[in-house]
C-alpha cells in the first residue's frame, strides 16, 4: 500500500504528540512488508510520519520539487532521506513536468492519503486532500481533539 501524507507545517508541541500518536496507529493498521510511505519529507508531520513508517518496517521514498534539489542531511529527515528507497525528483515546468506541483505528483503515486489539517480550506492540505479525492482516493483526515492551528 503506497501512502501519502500532507500536512499543516507550526504546529504546536501538544499538537506534535497528538498527531504523532494518531499517525502511529494509522501506520500500524498497515502490514510493514506492504507498506510504502511517499513524502516531501518537509519539517513536521511528513517527516513524522515517515519516521512512523520507518520505526513500522514500512519504507520511504521522497518527492523533490524541481525548485528544490537538496535533500535534507540533518537530522532525523537526513537519516530518512539516505535510507529512503527512492527519490522523485519533479522536472521544471518550463521542460514539461510538474515544476513544485507536490499535490498532483503525489496524488499520481499513491493509494491513499493521510491530511494532518484541521479541515479549513485554501491552504495546501486543503488542495492535496481535494485532488486525492477527485482521484478515487481515499483521505484520512488527521486532526485529534485539542490540536491547534499551525502558529
Known sequence: MRVGITGHQGLSDL?????RGELWRLVTTYGPYELVGVTAL??????????AVREHGGTVEIIVPAGDRALPRQGAAGEIAREATAVHRLAPASAGGLGDDLGRALVGMIDELIAVWDGGAGDEPAEVAALTRAAG????EVWPAGSERPR
Open 137 to 140: 482516493l481515499w483521505v484520512h
Open 15 to 19: 499538537t506534535e504528540l497528538l498527531v
Open 42 to 51: 518537509r519539517p513536521g508531520p511528513e517527516t513524522w510520519f515517515a519516521q
